[in-house]
């Protein structure tokens, strides 16, 4: 026995119904169909025409089929979860005939049972359906009681989405990361799918990360603990030292305050560090620094000075800007630092230290510190390797 049916738009239902001799169906029932059956094809199978339609009623649970009073009509039943029974048909009319749409579940899987007198063409439907399943069954009758019955089932099993929000299927997560924009698709990850833009699918798990166009791992090739940083066209990896900008400079040689209030700058001939965003000379007013990015700065610097027998004076450290480079040097206030030098026998000193502070500077502000003797009796020097700056950009 074998069966086929179509579902069409514009109100038309199962066109054709194929039927093999086999079934034993009279031409005294085929003709007893009226308008509904045109004729019997030479090759056994039954051509059903006309309209397949009428008034829609709605089974509950536990009721049946009153065929007399409803005949020709589409039924609805099932739908609501649990199990959904299709009680005995009454008033069974030779020839008639009806369609019976079971509704998809809701939200929960439904188990159908049907009248045990029904005869199925093909495979019966499925008992059980599962969220988003429906099935559309065609039954004609033979006969006067369910025993005559024939019923075919149609999209047995087929998922009825169209007729559902999308995010209505549990496996569907719309919500989480937001409503899907054009172009995107599904993924599935977590046990959901959810709507992500195509172009991030290359992020999706196993996916390498020189996939993204703008991330370059040629020209700078990754190592241990390096971390991401944007050069104006793409991702590079960087060490945790490369993504820090700092600078350091030291005092190269004596420099020495005789009995004098006034200020002197301290030339920084030698450099510990200096990265880019830094400039400095170790040959030409080696006591600048000029700043070559806007920003956020840690400014600190440590110097010791010392005097010989019987100095007794007090030092004076200070940081000085030139904003924009434009020649004229001011204190940078809070950023200072004294020390008290008193010697009583061979030569003594002391240390005075500026923990590093946070000021905002410009590119091409210049940076400089001197020092001077604020009681001006006495001579005070720094040497070598006596005096630090420290520099260090930070936002």
Request: aromatic content about 6%; proline content about 4%; hydrophobic content about 40%.
């Amino acid at each position: 026995m074998s069966g086929v049916a179509r579902n069409q738009r514009g109100g038309e239902n199962f066109s054709k119904a194929l039927v093999s001799g086999a079934l034993g169906v009279s031409h005294a029932f085929l003709d007893s169909l009226g308008n509904t059956v045109a004729k019997v094809l030479g090759d056994g199978s039954m051509d059903v025409s006309g309209e397949l339609r009428g008034p829609i009623g709605t089974i509950t649970d536990g009721s049946g089929i009153d065929w007399g009073a409803s005949n020709r009509t589409i039924f609805n039943t099932g739908g609501g979860g649990g199990t959904q029974t299709v009680a005995a048909s009454s008033n069974v009319t030779l020839g008639g005939w009806h369609i019976l749409v079971v509704s998809p579940p809701s939200t929960t899987a439904t188990t159908l049972v049907y009248p045990a007198g029904w005869t199925w063409l093909g495979d019966a439907a499925d008992t059980t359906l599962e969220v988003g399943q429906g099935h559309m069954i065609l039954l004609l009758s033979n006969g006067t009681s369910d025993a005559g019955v024939i019923a075919w089932c149609g999209h047995s099993a087929q998922s009825l989405i169209g007729l559902l929000e999308l995010d209505d299927l549990s496996d569907v997560d719309t919500v989480t990361l937001g409503p899907a924009a054009a172009g995107d698709v599904l993924y599935h990850g977590a046990g959901l799918f959810q709507p992500v833009a195509l172009s991030l699918l290359a992020m999706a798990p196993n996916a390498n990360v020189t996939a993204h166009a703008d991330v370059d791992m040629v020209s700078h090739a990754p190592a241990t603990g390096d971390l991401w940083q944007w050069n104006g066209t793409h991702w590079v990896p960087k060490s945790q030292r490369e993504l820090l900008q700092i600078a350091q400079f030291r005092r190269s040689g004596v420099l020495t305050i005789a009995s004098s209030t006034t200020p002197v700058v301290i030339g920084l001939a030698t450099e510990d560090f200096k990265d880019s965003d830094f400039t400095h000379s170790t040959s030409t007013n080696t006591e600048n620094v000029t700043i070559n990015t806007t920003g956020l700065y840690k400014i600190g610097f440590s110097g010791s000075p010392s005097g010989s027998a019987g100095t007794r004076d007090v030092v004076e450290f200070r940081v000085q800007r030139d904003p924009l480079g434009a020649g004229s040097f001011a204190n940078i206030p809070g950023f200072r630092a004294r020390s008290y030098v008193r010697v009583l026998g061979a030569s003594e000193g002391s240390t005075a230290s500026l923990s590093p502070e946070l000021v905002s500077l410009n590119a091409t502000d210049i940076i400089r510190c001197r020092m001077a003797c604020l009681d001006g009796t006495t001579t005070v020097s720094i040497g070598t390797n006596d005096f630090t700056l420290t520099l260090e950009r930070v936002g």
